[in-house]
């Protein structure tokens, strides 16, 4: 059994940890206490990227279609979100370094460009275009036997991944609001995949027969888990967005109240 230990990828990973583990420091040591599902969400997002990139799955994706699926599944559809959540506010405001934040802070033209690549009309169209896009025969091809070319797809599908999650997770706020179009959002975002995983799953040739020969079973389970992990995503969106606008609407007083009647327009009061 093999294993990736590309040492770059161990210092990046070891970089993300510890950027995190500084900014909740900092926050204990100010009163602020980061809650416990929330650390749970980014140190699972850590151990899926880990397994990924440096278990045999990350050895064996030039190898076995499946697992090269399997790679992106965990880094992209699973990983991103469960970091995403793990690093909302308060943390979020001092993961990077002051020395790192300020100038990005005062970039105008980056932060203009994150918040409209972030709305869910521009950030689905990307997602899609990045996922078909790298699919497509001769960059897929290019990221299985160059290493730089397979860096850049994992930084392309985490990239659309998280502006997809951003507006549905808000992760620059504490709270997180439950509107049920955040369900629509997700659902439009995973169906494109689903057809994709069901184009591998049902095709009759090999989609890529010079890289992974004319293994069927290979190409057949990697569309699989494409499919289902888009419906679980698809169920559990459903489920918890529903219950969190549930949960919302509960909270609010209720506006249909009785109006106040003063004591002296009591029946039995009039004089």
């Not at 100010?30 to 140190?43: E, K, N, S, Y």
């Not at 169906?191 to 004319?214: H, I, K, S, T």
């Not at 888990?225 to 919302?248: E, G, K, N, P, S």
Request: with cysteine.
């Amino acid at each position: 059994m093999e294993f990736a230990l590309d040492p770059g990828l161990l210092a990046s990973l070891a970089v993300a940890e510890v950027l995190y583990v500084r900014a909740v420091r900092v926050l204990a040591a100010r009163g602020v206490r980061v809650p416990r599902l929330q650390l749970a969400f980014w140190h699972a997002g850590m151990a899926l990227w880990a397994v990924a990139l440096l278990s045999p799955i990350g050895a064996g994706a030039d190898d076995h279609l499946s697992l090269h699926m399997a790679e992106h599944l965990l880094i992209a559809d699973l990983g991103a979100p469960l970091l995403l959540a793990g690093v909302r506010n308060p943390v979020l405001a001092f993961y990077l370094p002051r020395a790192a934040l300020v100038p990005l802070a005062r970039t105008g033209w980056l932060r203009r460009l994150f918040r409209w690549l972030r709305r869910p009309l521009v950030a689905v169209p990307v997602w899609i275009l990045v996922l078909y896009g790298w699919h497509y025969g001769p960059l897929f091809e290019a990221a299985t036997r160059h290493a730089s070319v397979h860096a850049l797809q994992h930084a392309c599908f985490v990239g659309a991944s998280v502006l997809v999650w951003w507006p549905a997770l808000e992760p620059q706020r504490r709270r997180l609001r439950g509107e049920l179009w955040k369900i629509g959002h997700i659902f439009a975002a995973r169906l494109p995949g689903m057809f994709l995983g069901m184009v591998f799953l049902f095709a009759r040739v090999p989609l890529y027969e010079g890289l992974y020969g004319d293994d069927l079973a290979d190409q057949q389970i990697a569309g699989g888990m494409m499919m289902t992990l888009d419906i679980l995503i698809v169920v559990f969106a459903l489920c918890f967005f529903f219950w969190r606008a549930a949960q919302a609407d509960a909270a609010q007083p209720s506006t249909l109240s009785s109006p106040t009647i003063p004591p002296s327009r009591w029946p039995g009061t009039e004089q």
